[in-house]
């Protein structure tokens, strides 16, 4: 009885790690779930309120009138739309903004949540437009409009929210010259670089935990735009993950990536001293050469008008490793 | 039960040592590096002999092997070891088949802690006495402490289930205030949430040194307590009767527990079920005396939570899953088959 025990014990484990596999698939869903579902709905709102198709050349009909952008009083509890709303000079609609829209300074920061929302919280700044990154139910209730601009997946989202933010508030024009002048120092970025035979490769940290995000997400779009390969594409082939999957350690110090972009900097106080230190990262070329990059956490995770920086500071980055290579 | 001669129990004790020496080789061999399987297992000879031996692996491959392979498999070690041992202890200590090693709040208390230093930015979980580890295990023997001083309030003649309802209610305390922590700062909400469904990342060795001294002296004398446990389960009278001094014991073993979940807890976050299925299966497998259960229980536990890991470093390769999300996906259906086949014999 007890060899057999052992041994069926023993098969028993067995079976069950050979037979894992798809099934574990879907227990672990990554955290894109929430902005996934949130799209949809909010696509939705969105149609109804805003006009659907703000196109870059040509002017967008202003949706709303002098007099009213003069009554516009706006809560913004996405700190996301709060960069876009002060850098298309719709700021001073702004009456109030959640608790981590710290940038720009000038907003007026208040203890609101833009993760949980709380609708009687918001209605107290007798807002006209609430703007938020998913929707926030109630808020048609007390008659409030909400104008929802979900994390962007591409690069264009940014784009199309800046300009139907600026037909919101009757900034059309700002906000065309925004996305112009973000398309124009985007390109230039990417002007400079210089050619490569064999295109470059990275790591991406989202924590010291090895999250990671691959080419399929918002952020890898900027990286494959400068010219980069992802290493943490092969963790998350068919999206099982949705672009953000925890990395094996084993694997990319295997996969040895050229460049290490930190975007974990002010979450988890990681630096290039603190990965060049991780037991066995000695024998990464990034940590050998230098190519650790430290990035914001918030200026990357957002997809703001601080997107040129990010595409600037990488973009040097690459620039950097090129000719070193070149050298 | 107790009748079993003494030989049987050694060829059990044995047969646990080669499971658990098969689990670390299999979890050594695989990973989502190919590595020369012969060249591993020198590598590890190499590790433990004196001498120098030439495994043939490259620079790289040897650092592989030697600092995230080996490590990751003797934290396993002693997690599993130290999780499935206190969750015998503490189900000897409560005449409670449901017991577990959180069920006095360690779980509540340590994400707490944890949650704690992630939001205040004052660790990251990794290293030699992070703070995260500090407050996850403050935190944890914290709840426990809170636990027996309400416990001990109530009922005297029934202590055991007014600890455990106690457990529960300082269970959901904590964890309000863990949730609204979290709630405030979102920003280390995937801290938080890896961190809860457990780890064996490791800095190196850090961490097993860390955890080693503490899970090597409390899995003595949980070792050693097997027999108290043992009159403990006849009944709280009639262990009285017997000469134990029932009230006394019971807080030595649950400090002991205690102390070895959190400090394993503190290193590695909330890993599910282990402390739950491993005693259990043993006890199925292998009867009810605690003088077989706890050791096997260590060996049993030690070798689940490497076997776990394997699947959860490799299982979507390159990717990881959450090895708390492996414990409860496997563990489950396990102890269901284990349950069915102890029924029939």
């Known amino acids: 009885m007890k060899i057999r025990a052992l041994v069926a014990l023993l098969a028993t484990i067995c079976l069950f790690a050979a037979a894992c596999g798809s099934d574990a698939d879907s ?301 | 039960m107790n009748t079993r001669p003494a030989a049987t129990k050694i060829t059990w004790l044995v047969g646990a040592a080669v499971f658990v020496v098969v689990a670390i080789v299999t ?40 600092n995230l392979r080996l490590p990751r498999i003797a934290l396993g070690l002693l997690v599993g070891a130290a999780l499935a041992t206190a969750g015998a202890t503490y189900q000897g200590v409560f005449q409670n088949p449901l017991a577990d090693p959180y069920l006095l709040g360690v779980a509540a208390g340590g994400g707490l802690g944890a949650t704690i ?46 600890l455990i309802l106690a457990g529960v209610a300082v269970a959901s305390f904590f964890t309000a205030i863990q949730t609204f922590l979290q709630q405030q700062d979102t920003d280390d909400l995937r801290q938080v949430y890896t961190w809860f469904l457990g780890g064996l990342n490791t800095s190196g060795w850090t961490e097993v040194l860390q955890l080693f001294p503490v899970a090597a002296i409390c899995l003595t004398l949980l070792a050693l307590a097997g027999r108290t446990l043992d009159i403990l389960s006849v009944g709280d009278d009639e262990a009285s009767m017997l000469g134990l001094s029932v009230g006394r014991t019971r807080i030595v073993l649950v400090v002991v527990a205690s102390l070895l979940t959190a400090a394993a807890v503190a290193v590695s976050g909330l890993i599910a079920f282990v402390g739950l299925i491993v005693p259990h299966t043993v006890r199925l497998l292998f009867g009810s005396s605690y003088r077989v259960i706890v050791p096997m229980s260590i060996a049993v536990g030690a070798g689940f939570l490497v076997l776990s890991d394997l699947v959860a470093r490799t299982a979507l390769t390159p990717a990881e899953l959450p090895i708390g999300v492996v414990t409860a996906f496997f563990g489950a259906p396990f102890f269901v088959v284990i349950l069915r086949t102890a029924s029939r014999t």
Do not use: K
């Open chain 1, 27 to 327: 227990t672990v869903t990554g955290e894109a779930t929430p902005e996934t579902t949130a799209d949809t709905v909010a696509e939705d709102v969105m149609e109804d309120e805003v006009p659907s198709e703000p196109s870059n050349e040509e002017p967008v009909e202003t949706s709303t009138t002098v007099e009213e952008v003069a009554d516009l009083r706006i809560v913004s509890v996405s700190p996301t739309a709060t960069e876009m709303l002060f850098a298309i000079g719709a700021g001073e609609l702004v009456v109030a903004v959640d608790s981590f829209s710290y940038f720009p300074e000038e907003a007026p920061v208040t203890d609101l949540s833009g993760f949980e929302p709380n609708v009687e919280a918001i209605a107290g700044f007798d807002p006209t437009l609430v703007v938020s990154s998913a929707p926030i139910e109630g808020l048609d209730v007390v008659g409030v409009e909400n104008m929802v601009l979900p994390a962007a997946i591409t690069i264009d989202d940014v784009y199309t929210q800046i300009e139907q933010l600026g037909a919101a508030t009757g900034h059309v024009g700002e906000a065309a010259e925004l996305v112009g002048q973000m398309q124009t120092d985007i390109a230039a970025v990417i002007d400079a670089l210089p050619a490569r035979e064999t295109p470059l490769s990275y790591y991406h940290e989202l924590d010291n935990t090895l999250y990671s995000v691959t080419s399929s997400t918002f952020i890898g779009e900027v990286y494959t735009m400068l010219g980069l390969v992802n290493a943490a594409d092969a963790a998350d082939p068919d999206g099982e993950f949705f672009g953000y999957p925890q990395l094996n350690e084993e694997f990319l110090v295997t996969a040895d990536p050229d460049i290490i972009f930190l975007a974990d900097t002010v979450c988890c106080e990681q630096t290039a001293e603190t990965v060049a230190a991780r037991p066995g990262w000695d024998q990464l070329q990034a940590v050998q050469n230098g190519n650790i990059v430290e990035l914001n956490d918030d200026v990357v995770s957002r997809w703001g008008p601080r997107l040129v920086e990010f595409v600037e500071v990488a973009g040097a980055a690459v620039a950097d490793v090129a000719l070193v290579a070149a050298s």
């Open chain 2, 117 to 162: 230093a992630f939001i205040y930015d004052l660790g990251d979980g990794r290293g030699f006495l992070d703070m995260v580890q500090i407050l996850a295990f403050i935190g944890a023997l914290s709840s426990v402490a809170l636990t027996w001083t309400i416990g001990v309030l109530g009922d005297r003649t029934r202590a055991s289930t007014s």
């Open chain 2, 27 to 66: 979890a050594l061999v695989i990973g989502p590096t190919s590595i020369d399987r012969t060249g591993t297992l020198l590598e590890l000879f190499d590790a433990v002999t004196p001498g120098d031996i030439d495994s043939g692996l490259n620079e790289r491959q040897i650092s592989i092997v030697r």
